[in-house]
C-alpha cells in the first residue's frame, strides 16, 4: 500500500459525459501527478500540482482539467468524453517537487467509455 | 528531450534464471532513472532510482540496476527470477520538476 488513494476505482460512462477522478496523496507530501496509460499511448504524464498550484503540464486534452485543494487532494476532470479516453488513471505523489523525489503511485481509476 | 527505450516489450525466462530487462535513456542532463513495476491490476511499485550517488543500484525484491553512462543504459537484473516477479517493469526518466518519462514497458513471464 503506497498510502496514495484514488476514488473510484472502476468509472464506466458514455461518450459526451464529464466524470471527476479523485485522489489523496500520502500524508505530508504535497505534490501531486495524474498520468494516464493506455494501450496504445502507454504511460503518459498529464498534470503536476505542487502545493495547490500548478507546475507542469504534459500531454493533457484542452477537455480535461485539474484541481489542488487546500488539504492537498486532487481531482482530475474529464469531459465531452470520447472512447479514446478509455484508459487506467494514476495519481502519484511525492514529498516535494523535483527530480530526485520518487513518486508513491495509486491502484488508478479504470474508465471505460461507452 | 528526455525519453527512454526500453528494449523488448515481452520477455520469458525460466524459473531460476538470470532476469535481463533493458532500458536505453536519452538525457541532455544528467538523469535520474527508476524501475517500477506493476502487477495486474496495481498500481506502479518503485523497485530501485539512480540518483548518481553509485552507479550500481539495489532495490527491493533482489533486483538491481546499473547505470552505464557511456552505453546511456539502466538495464534491471535480478539473478534467480521467481515465479512471483511476473509483472510489467518499466524505465522511467525524470524531466525538469519530477515528472517522469516512461518506456514502453516490458512484461515479464517467469515459467516453471
Known amino acids: 500500500d503506497s498510502g496514495v488513494t484514488q476514488t473510484p476505482k472502476h468509472l464506466i460512462t458514455a461518450t459526451g459525459q464529464r466524470v471527476t477522478l479523485r485522489c489523496s496523496p500520502r500524508s505530508g507530501d504535497l505534490s501531486v501527478y495524474w498520468y494516464q496509460q493506455s494501450l496504445d499511448q502507454g504511460l503518459q504524464f498529464l498534470i503536476q500540482?505542487?502545493?495547490?498550484?500548478?507546475?507542469a503540464k504534459g500531454n493533457i486534452l484542452e477537455r480535461f482539467s485539474a484541481q489542488q485543494f487546500p488539504d492537498l487532494h486532487s481531482e482530475l476532470n474529464l469531459s465531452s468524453l470520447e472512447l479514446g479516453d478509455s484508459a487506467l488513471y494514476f495519481c502519484?505523489?511525492?514529498?516535494?517537487?523535483?527530480?530526485?523525489?520518487?513518486?508513491?503511485f495509486g491502484p488508478g481509476t479504470r474508465l471505460t467509455v461507452t | 528531450a528526455q525519453s527512454v527505450t526500453q528494449l523488448g516489450s515481452h520477455v520469458s525466462v525460466s524459473e531460476g534464471a538470470l532476469v535481463l530487462l533493458r532500458c536505453n535513456y536519452s538525457s541532455s542532463v544528467p538523469p535520474y532513472l527508476f524501475w517500477y513495476v506493476q502487477y495486474p491490476n496495481q498500481g506502479l511499485q518503485l523497485l530501485l532510482k539512480y540518483t548518481s550517488a553509485a552507479t550500481l543500484v539495489k532495490g527491493i525484491n533482489g533486483f538491481e540496476a546499473e547505470f552505464k553512462k557511456s552505453e546511456t543504459s539502466f538495464h534491471l537484473t535480478k539473478p534467480s527470477a521467481h515465479m512471483s516477479d511476473a509483472a510489467e517493469y518499466f524505465c522511467?526518466?525524470?524531466?525538469?520538476?519530477?515528472?517522469?518519462?516512461f518506456g514502453q514497458g516490458t512484461e515479464l513471464s517467469v515459467k516453471p
Open positions: 500540482y505542487y502545493n495547490g498550484e500548478e507546475r
Open positions: 502519484a505523489s511525492s514529498p516535494d517537487t523535483g527530480n530526485y523525489y520518487e513518486q508513491y
Open positions: 522511467a526518466v525524470t524531466n525538469q520538476g519530477g515528472k517522469l518519462i
